[in-house]
């Protein structure tokens, strides 16, 4: 069984600028989150994508952007990047069932650094 | 928004004691889960608490679900430096969406 992975692992960008983050989800899950973990903080929902849709948002603006691919990997699109969008971006994958609770894994995020 | 809190923030205790975290909120979780999270990388998910008063062990941690399903507590008995790191607990606030708390900071010293 594959874990969740994502790229790159770190990224340098100049505000101003666009980037694109990638995650591969965990074999079998269909579900993918992601979540933005500033320094010394937990980390924050940004939103969530299941079945190639966006199905939950957090308090970001719409300068962030994701995907969802048919073999469940995503991206998130951030534009304009801003000084404070410097964070550990990290994916999570589920499984989406019928019940009050499912577990999410994490993949080992990517750092960004916008100078 | 719901928001959970986590006490202590910062916690450095020696090889062989015992510990408790708290996570408290005033709002109503479907479920909340726990996470250890080391320098660098992705949280790891140790449990998950679904019913009120549920009380689940692994190993040497106990983790228990308040009776209202709002607050939760992490006990380590005999902790060890390997225990180091970073606990997060988060709340399924609807649909999936993870409610993180800060994060209690735990270092053990051998």
């Known amino acids: 069984e594959t874990g969740v992975t994502q790229s790159p692992t770190h990224l340098i960008k100049t505000r101003g600028q666009q980037v694109t983050l990638r995650c591969s989800s965990q074999?079998?899950?269909?579900?993918v989150s992601w979540y933005q973990q500033a320094l010394g903080q937990g980390p924050q929902f940004i939103f969530q994508?299941?079945?190639?849709?966006?199905?939950g948002r957090g308090n970001f603006p719409p300068r962030f952007s994701g995907l969802q691919f048919p073999n469940y990997s995503s991206e998130l699109n951030v534009n304009a990047l801003e000084l404070d969008d410097s964070a550990l971006y990290l994916c999570a994958s589920s499984l989406w069932r019928d019940t009050n609770s499912y577990e999410q894994y994490f993949g080992p995020g990517t750092r960004l650094t916008v100078t | 928004t719901q928001l959970l809190e986590q006490s202590p923030q910062f916690l450095s205790i020696q090889e062989g004691e015992n510990l408790t975290v708290y996570c408290n909120s005033s709002?109503?979780?479907?479920?909340l889960q726990w996470y250890r999270q080391e320098p660098g990388e992705g949280p790891v998910l140790l449990v998950t608490v679904v019913t009120g008063g549920e009380v689940k062990k692994l190993k040497r941690l106990t983790f228990q679900f308040g009776d209202a399903r709002k607050d939760s507590s992490l006990h380590i008995t005999a902790a060890q430096p390997g225990d180091t790191g970073l606990y997060l607990c988060a709340g399924d606030e609807s649909q999936g969406n993870l409610i993180f708390g800060k994060g209690t900071k735990l270092s053990v010293k051998p």
């Open positions: 074999s079998g899950h269909n579900t």
């Open positions: 994508y299941y079945r190639e849709e966006e199905n």
């Open positions: 709002s109503v979780f479907s479920s």
